[in-house]
């Protein structure tokens, strides 16, 4: 379901990344493990996921989900470094006080019922109970509906920034929320 919820990975690493996040999820400790992702079920079925977690999280697995990545994807890792040194600076950039929604997927046949809009409360119940302060997330300018769907929710945009290499060019909004 990440695979869904962000088109770019198959651009940036190829078709072989699904297997390699199949193998992140089922990992502890990594920014794609079952450890930060949460569904929401319907006709007793995984229908909507969200993977999400707090600066301190990042700042302790980024460095392991960047380890498991290139052990994964070996040489396809190594000609990717430039433009996944730009993504790790940019894409979920987090501060202290921040909780992060790094992949948010509904499957088709569920959308419009209102799960994405339950996992978002959701993540903002667990980061309320953290202390947090702030909800971030990036989500592609393009993704109008998304864009909706966070903006409906209380977020406000507050930076565009892009990524550029030889076969990647996205655009990006960041958007934020202030929790209560």
């Known amino acids: 379901m990440i695979l869904r919820s962000a088109d770019y990975f198959n651009k940036l690493f190829g078709e072989n990344i699904q297997p390699v996040l199949e193998k992140l999820y089922v990992r502890g400790k990594n920014l ?4 930060h992702c949460y569904v929401a079920k319907k006709d007793h079925e995984i229908a909507s996921m969200v993977l999400c977690y707090d600066y301190e999280t990042k700042r302790r697995e980024n460095l392991r989900t960047g380890w498991l990545l290139f052990r994964f994807l070996k040489s396809n890792f190594i000609k990717k470094i430039p433009v996944l040194m730009q993504m790790n600076k940019t894409i979920g950039h987090l501060i202290p006080g921040d909780f992060f929604i790094s992949n948010i997927a509904t499957f088709d046949k569920y ?4 799960l994405a809009k339950k996992l978002l409360s959701e993540c903002e119940h667990i980061a309320s109970n953290k202390q947090l302060k702030r909800m971030k997330l990036d989500v592609e300018k393009e993704n109008m509906p998304a864009i909706s769907l966070y903006e409906s929710m209380g ?3 507050s930076e ?4 550029k290499s030889k076969k990647i060019d996205l655009e990006f909004l960041r958007m934020v929320k202030n929790i209560k």
């Open 160 to 163: 565009k920034f892009d990524i």
């Open 32 to 35: 794609f493990s079952y450890q």
């Open 111 to 114: 959308k419009r019922e209102g």
């Open 155 to 157: 977020y406000i945009i």
